[in-house]
């Protein structure tokens, strides 16, 4: 349907919506999930003049977009460069980074900055209007683009969603859940949503976040359980490196109500500093994240602690105006005390194998932002590349969507309403945290294969077959990187093993 926005519409927390009540429903484009993924390919595809249907299951503040805390990476400071930027991408993603899909990163995200600030988000900034950069990380110069301190994603989110509802070609379906893919002669043309309607579009855009959240112990809002990578793969898309999670080392733990809740890099890269149940530090606090996550997990196995210090007593605490509050909402002082902090599982680096417009390997099926493994990460991600990949890909998906084929005729709808994905038991996402944790065994993984819940049983598979340690996938039985695995991405189809493949 395309809204020419002068039928009715309804309060949301959006604003105000279109209502479309139809069955089966038509646009040029559908997008489903309205984190910065969803939200910026929609927008892109409306510029050209799309009509764009945009399909979101849970609140806006329910996406891991609107709780990105340090912000966007881009090559912006005069001693900064892409190749520069490449270079500290491919050292986190350890030998695993597909350079192609890394270096239409690098170069586009600049642009893509320039164009959010177009759309009216305001990024922090001096006086004179240069943006202020923060360091995390891996990154050899400052490189982080933020707003509100560490409120960016907050930021972000809401500017893009007032802008999608103010567009007259952008449909949102809020409250709405995609359950299948809608397939016809082996192409995908559109989705079938849980409560029995459908859209129907000559292309389809998955956007649906990652799957940090099947592990019990997570910085990620509820909802980000790989559906996306499930409607995907029971299309018949492959998937790819589902053994690479990443562990954030410090989310805060024991303090009620802020369980899990993450207290991002950027405080380290303005000098906060971690320490031991004995007080002395421990780790380069800003070496890559996998290999300050593990450190910690080492300590506290050492200890018996359950929580290392996170020290920000030197740090301005109106740099950081949500985190400080959000602590202290919680009884805790950041000022005052260190913040006991460990590893919560953060972020997926794998997904549906994507290309780099974000094409899946079923015809007119693209997926962008978390859900989507373009081998852009390789085996551990840059900190703040993903919402800068959100924004890229989302750009180049929804131009390449818009040049699919049409479609002839009238296709018949689903017939019947698509079956609810599973969501995992608690005792699903406890497996996950012990036997697909920091570090793996043979025995826990093969357990873990035996789990009822299909996407644990892949993950366990894709981990099973990666006989090496290699950034966030540490294997304690092969505890080095083989160099055989350079560059070979862990691929897994239909009712398929897992095989190991070389990307250009
Ligand atoms: C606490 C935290 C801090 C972070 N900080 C940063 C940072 O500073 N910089 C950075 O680069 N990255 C950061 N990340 C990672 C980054 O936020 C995410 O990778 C990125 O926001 C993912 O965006 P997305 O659009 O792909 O997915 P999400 O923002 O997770 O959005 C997913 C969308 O899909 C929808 N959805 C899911 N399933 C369905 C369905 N079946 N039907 C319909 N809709 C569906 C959801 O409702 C939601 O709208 C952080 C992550 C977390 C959790």
């Known amino acids: 349907m395309k809204d020419d926005g002068t039928g009715p519409r309804e309060a949301s927390e959006y604003g105000t919506r279109p209502v479309a ?53 881009a090559s912006l400071a005069v001693e900064d460069s892409f190749a520069r930027h490449l270079a500290d991408t491919e050292a986190a993603g350890r030998d695993l980074v597909r350079r192609s ?21 305001r990024f922090d900034a001096d006086r004179r209007g240069v943006l202020a950069l923060g360091l995390e990380g891996g990154h050899s110069v400052r490189r982080v683009v933020h707003a509100g301190g560490s409120a960016t994603g907050r930021r972000v989110v809401r500017q893009l969603s007032a ?41 389809t855009i998955l956007a649906t976040g990652g799957a940090a959240a099947l592990w019990s112990r997570t ?58 149940p004995d007080g002395e530090r421990f780790v380069e606090e800003l070496a890559p994240r996998d290999e300050v996550a593990r450190a910690i997990a080492r300590l506290l196995d050492e200890t018996g602690a ?3 210090g996170l020290d920000m007593r030197a740090v301005d605490p109106s740099l950081f105006p949500n985190v400080v509050s959000a602590l202290q909402d919680a009884g805790l002082d950041p000022t005052r005390e260190p913040i006991p902090v460990s590893p919560a599982s953060h972020y997926m680096m794998g997904g549906i194998v994507a290309d780099t417009v974000g094409r899946s390997t079923v015809a007119g099926l693209y997926a962008v932002g978390e859900t989507a493994c373009t081998g852009l990460h390789g085996a551990n991600r840059l900190a703040s590349n993903s919402l800068s990949e959100c924004f890229v890909y989302g750009a180049r998906a929804a131009r390449a969507g818009l040049d699919e084929p049409a479609g002839a005729g009238t296709i018949d709808p689903p017939t019947a309403a698509a079956a609810p994905l599973e969501r995992p038991t608690r005792a699903t996402r406890e497996a996950l945290w012990r036997d697909a944790g920091i570090v793996r065994t043979r025995e826990g993984l093969e357990r ?22 290699r950034g966030a996938h540490q294997r304690a039985d092969f505890s080095r990187v083989d160099p055989a695995f350079d560059h070979c991405h862990t691929e897994i189809g239909v009712n398929e093993e897992p095989r190991s493949a070389a990307w250009a």
């Open 448 to 469: 873990l294969t035996e789990d009822p819940h299909p996407l644990a049983r892949l993950i366990a598979a894709c981990a099973l077959r990666r006989e090496e340690s």
């Open 21 to 73: 009540a139809e069955p089966v429903m038509s646009s040029d484009l559908v997008v489903v999930g309205a984190g910065a993924a969803g939200l910026y390919a929609a927008l892109s595809a409306a510029a050209e003049g799309a009509s764009v249907t945009l399909v979101s299951a849970t609140p806006l503040a329910q996406t891991a977009s609107y709780w990105a805390q340090g912000g966007i990476a």
């Open 101 to 121: 899909a890394a270096r239409v990163l690098v170069r586009e995200a600049p642009a893509r900055v320039r164009d959010l600030e177009a759309l009216g988000v």
């Open 163 to 203: 802008l999608v509802v103010d567009a007259p070609n952008i449909n949102v379906l809020e409250s709405a859940r995609a359950a299948s893919a809608w397939l016809h002669e082996g192409r995908c043309v559109g989705v079938a949503l849980a409560d029995g309607r459908a859209v129907h579009a000559r292309a």
């Open 306 to 308: 359950t929580s290392v």
């Open 219 to 276: 910085t990620n809002p509820p909802g980000s359980l790989g559906i996306g990578m499930s409607i995907a793969h029971a299309a018949g898309a492959d998937l790819a490196d589902l053994e690479f999670l990443q562990f954030h080392p410090t989310a805060v733990i024991g303090i009620p109500g802020r369980e899990g809740f993450l207290v991002t890099e950027a405080i380290r890269g303005e000098g906060a500093t971690l320490h031991g």
